[in-house]
Nanobody, 127 residues
Framework: QVQLVYSGGGSVQAGGSLKLSCTYSGNIQTNYYMGWVRQAPGSEREAVAAISADGGTIYYADAVKGRFTISQDVAKNTLYLQMDSLNSEDTAMYYC????????????????????WGQGTQVTVSS
């Protein structure tokens, strides 16, 4: 079983910033990617960013590239997502995901598999 503790979600005006944190414990495949996905009401779940176990490889969705930064502190078992220049389209429930398998197709990278735990953290951006 895996436990996740989220912090950093909330409400912000367009153009503002938030930093999400996800502290994890339990049985995680530490040599896999970790990442963030989000889901807005009425929309499908969307991969936001992924980071390799050693932090050396990072992927971002086109919609957040240049605005979001994923990072991790392995010693603290914590994954972060720094979100800048937020807009209303970023409004969603954000989930930290573990054991991520990254694949590629004509559209670029995608999460072929992952484990999602917990209830996520809500981010609301008002214009």
């Amino acid at each position: 079983q895996v436990q996740l503790v989220y912090s950093g979600g909330g409400s912000v005006q367009a153009g503002g910033s938030l930093k999400l944190s996800c502290t994890y414990s339990g049985n995680i495949q530490t040599n896999y990617y970790m990442g963030w996905v989000r889901q807005a009401p009425g929309s499908e779940r969307e991969a936001v960013a992924a980071i390799s176990a050693d932090g050396g490889t990072i992927y971002y969705a086109d919609a957040v590239k240049g605005r979001f930064t994923i990072s991790q502190d392995v010693a603290k078992n914590t994954l972060y997502l720094q979100m800048d220049s937020l807009n209303s389209e970023d409004t969603a429930m954000y989930y930290c995901v573990t054991d991520v398998v990254v694949h590629f197709n004509g559209g670029g990278w995608y999460m072929a598999d992952f484990n999602s735990w917990g209830q996520g953290t809500q981010v609301t951006v008002s214009s």
